[in-house]
């Protein structure tokens, strides 16, 4: 696995990247309500995929429950602002802290025990399908009935208690994307960042040089969940409601993991491009399926599926390492790195 | 008391059919080593193959069983043969997602052919008893029981006697030796997943004569049987029939004291138990 960002970006990268960030921040003066709205789940999705990489693409280890962040820091952020009048900027936090616990406890458990591979990410879903159910079943945040933020027709922008126009929540979700990918940066150039690649090459040999294996494996969990508690907050003021049913789902875990996967794992902008191409194409095939009448459900999600195993037969690595290539990203230069 | 007793026998005896189609996930684990994530979505395949069968010649689902089963086993080949056989060396995220996709499409699939709505087999003794002292079973769900552990035996009679069947079995014990002494490796781990779907096919089968059919149970019965076999012991066929009962138990047990709801909540807890205090599973070795 290549990491697909070589030590120093070249002119032409820092080039690209600066007018991708400006053609972004420029969207709201042309877009219309429907492209924003799908620009905003683009980059929620580019945001969650970039924490889930760290756990996956960084470190090799398979979480299929990540959804279970997401919802839990939903949950605390919507509670702490319905019912204590916290605001969402101090409630992030907490939000981010009961991520992290949840993951520690999920990493602790299964790295303790020696549960490696499929059985480790057999026991994440266990732990995202297990809270869900439980959700579904605790009266206090409305059980399977939902919880609701107040939602109002907004003009006016309140940034400190998140509500206000799309246009806003397109800027905060842009920002954390932004973010995300300086944090993974510096994560991925740390000496963090080293032992997790040399505990995702070979464990074995990892340990071998002196590096704890358990703690190093249970941090990238503890980040990964932490990092993923945003995303969760986003989604609780964005949409304003939260169903167990949905916030805990493994489909939504595998919409997370998907972007990452197709635009290539343990990549820095494999998450964000994969984000870009998989939710366009989406409503690509949501309209192509409309207009060809065969309006039945399942349709769209036939489509999808065929696309998935269409782009991991033909493009095992990612899109991201091939396109890196040919625009000469790569630091081919250097030889290969894989 | 009595009421316990029914709970219980009545857990037992689905849990025996979850115990078939756990099997097949077993198996499939066990020789290819891939975990199959659309196992759920092909027992739905066989549900709604007893629905058919049941409704235009009006073949009882327990007749149907082998028809099923060679139809299950035939995409179980094609699908390994065509697909999967090309990313055994691949890392596990890759299997996941191609099997995820394939999942989708049968679910969906389903869904496009026969709607959202439920539909159900109609047997006449749908709706009959044994009784036995101061039991009382489920005509149907004590057929089903009798015909997944009939099925449960030919399969372990396969691997015991037969010579593909051991020539399976070398294949999981060692790869690298069984092609080393002449084996067609590929067409074994074909045959293999052809035999894993034809055990969930048959379980839908059998399934279908106690529950109503839907395509949205796909995924609850894929994550069922994963938890089953790991509860079990992966690669461990009498332990994938032992998880299954256990399973089969608790979950009516939960759905009697507690909510129907909650079932499944107690069977990924007994789950994350048997992952943390015995993580190869009740019946299986030590990797």
């Known amino acids: 696995m290549s990491l697909g960002w070589p030590a120093e970006l070249p002119r032409r990268g820092a080039v690209l990247l600066g007018l991708a960030g400006a053609l972004l921040l420029a969207v709201p003066a042309f877009a219309d309500a429907y492209l924003l709205s799908v620009l905003t789940l683009v980059l929620w999705l580019a945001y969650a995929g970039q924490a889930w990489n760290v756990m996956m693409g960084f470190a090799g280890q398979l979480s299929l429950g990540h959804t279970l962040y997401v919802g839990l820091a939903a949950y605390v952020s919507g509670v702490l602002f319905v019912s204590f009048g916290i605001g969402p900027w101090l409630g992030v936090w907490l939000a981010i802290v009961i991520a992290a616990i949840a993951g520690g406890c999920i990493g602790a458990l299964g790295f303790r025990f020696g549960i490696r591979g499929v059985y480790f990410a057999l026991l994440t879903i266990a732990f995202a399908e297990f809270t869900r159910i439980a959700f579904d079943h605790f009266a206090w945040v409305g059980g399977s009935a939902g919880f609701f933020l107040p939602v109002a027709q907004r003009t006016t922008n309140d940034l400190l208690d998140l509500r206000g126009t799309p246009t806003m929540f397109y800027y905060v979700i842009l920002a954390l994307t932004a973010g995300a990918l300086v944090v993974c940066r510096a994560l991925l150039k740390s000496r963090l960042g080293y032992y997790w690649l040399a505990i995702r090459e070979d464990q074995e040999a990892a340990q071998a040089v002196g590096i704890d294996v358990f703690r190093y494996k249970l941090l990238a969990v503890v980040i990964s969940a932490g990092l993923t508690a945003p995303a969760g907050v986003f989604y609780a003021f964005f949409y304003n409601n939260m169903y167990p049913e949905q916030m805990f789902a493994i489909t939504r875990s595998i919409e997370i993991i998907l972007g990452a996967i197709v635009g290539g794992i343990g990549t820095l902008f494999g998450p964000v491009l994969g984000a870009f191409i998989l939710t366009p194409l989406g409503e690509l095939v949501t309209a192509a399926v409309d207009r060809a009448g065969v309006n039945v459900p399942g349709a769209k999600q036939l489509v999808y599926g065929g696309l998935m195993v269409l782009i991991v037969v033909f493009l095992p690595d990612g899109i991201w390492p091939w396109l890196a290539r040919r625009l000469g990203l790569d630091g081919a230069d250097r030889g290969p790195s894989s | ?59 009882d689902p327990l007749l149907a069983a082998p028809l ?70 489920d005509k149907a769900r004590v057929y089903a029981a009798g015909a997944a552990l009939l099925t449960t035996a030919v399969l372990f009679a396969f691997f015991r006697y037969s010579r593909p069947g051991k020539a399976i079995r070398a294949c999981a014990d060692n790869q690298l030796g069984a092609r080393v002494v002449g084996l067609d490796v590929e067409g074994l781990y074909a045959l293999t997943f052809g035999l894993g779907a034809a055990c969930v096919g048959i379980a839908g ?83």
């Open chain 2, 205 to 287: 089968c059998l399934m279908a004569l106690v529950v109503d059919v839907r395509s949205q149970l796909a995924p609850e019965y894929t994550l069922l049987s994963f938890i089953i076999v790991i509860i079990g012991g992966l690669g461990s066929l009498a332990g994938a029939l032992l998880g299954g009962v256990l399973i089969g138990i608790s979950e009516a047990l939960a759905g009697f004291f507690l909510l129907p709801s909650m079932k499944s909540m107690f069977s990924y807890a007994l789950l994350i138990l048997v992952l943390v205090l015995r993580p190869q599973g009740l019946l299986g070795k030590r990797a």
């Open chain 2, 68 to 137: 099923i089963a060679a139809f299950l086993f035939a995409i179980g080949y094609v699908l390994q043969r065509g697909l999967i056989n090309a990313f055994i060396a691949r890392p596990e995220h890759m299997q996941f997602i191609l099997l995820v996709g394939v999942a989708l499409m049968i679910v969906n699939g389903l869904l496009m052919i026969f709607g959202p709505d439920a539909r159900s087999t109609n047997v006449e003794y749908g709706f009959e008893t044994f009784e036995v002292g101061a039991l009382l079973l």
């Open chain 2, 1 to 59: 008391m009595a009421v316990y007793l029914n709970i219980v026998a009545s857990g037992l005896l689905t849990g025996l059919v979850y115990g078939l189609a756990a099997l097949g996930l077993s198996v499939i684990f066990g020789v290819v080593r891939v975990v199959n994530f659309a196992h759920g979505e092909m027992m739905v395949i066989g549900m709604y193959g007893a629905v058919v069968l049941a409704g235009w010649p009006g073949l």
